[in-house]
Nanobody, 125 residues
Framework: QVQLVESGGGLVQAGGSLRLSCAASGRTFSTYAMGWFRQALGKEREFVSAIRWSGGRTYYADSVKGRFTISRENAKNTMYLQMNSLKPEDTAVYVC??????????????????WGQGTQVTVSS
């Protein structure tokens, strides 16, 4: 089992920045990748970004490219999402997830085995 705890969400004005963290504990030695997904009120969950734990290859949704940066700190089993130039449409609950094996695309929720509870990000206009 892997436990995930997100932090760093909050309320920010448009154009502002936030940094989300996702701390993993438990059976983290089998992590293939970690990702961020978000779900806005009344909308389906969507992929935001992902990073391979070994090698650090990154993936981004088109809607956040150039504004968000994903990173990880292996020694701390922690993943980060630096979000800059935030827009009201970025408002959502952001959830981190762990993919244990390369069973699916890192951009698909189906490949992720463990999920956090989420942290709310609200961007005001």
């Amino acid at each position: 089992q892997v436990q995930l705890v997100e932090s760093g969400g909050g309320l920010v004005q448009a154009g502002g920045s936030l940094r989300l963290s996702c701390a993993a504990s438990g059976r983290t030695f089998s992590t293939y990748a970690m990702g961020w997904f978000r779900q806005a009120l009344g909308k389906e969950r969507e992929f935001v970004s992902a990073i391979r734990w070994s090698g650090g290859r990154t993936y981004y949704a088109d809607s956040v490219k150039g504004r968000f940066t994903i990173s990880r700190e292996n020694a701390k089993n922690t993943m980060y999402l630096q979000m800059n130039s935030l827009k009201p449409e970025d408002t959502a609950v952001y959830v981190c997830a762990v993919m244990s094996t390369a069973a699916a695309s890192t951009t698909s929720a189906f490949g992720y085995d463990y999920w956090g509870q989420g942290t709310q990000v609200t961007v005001s206009s």
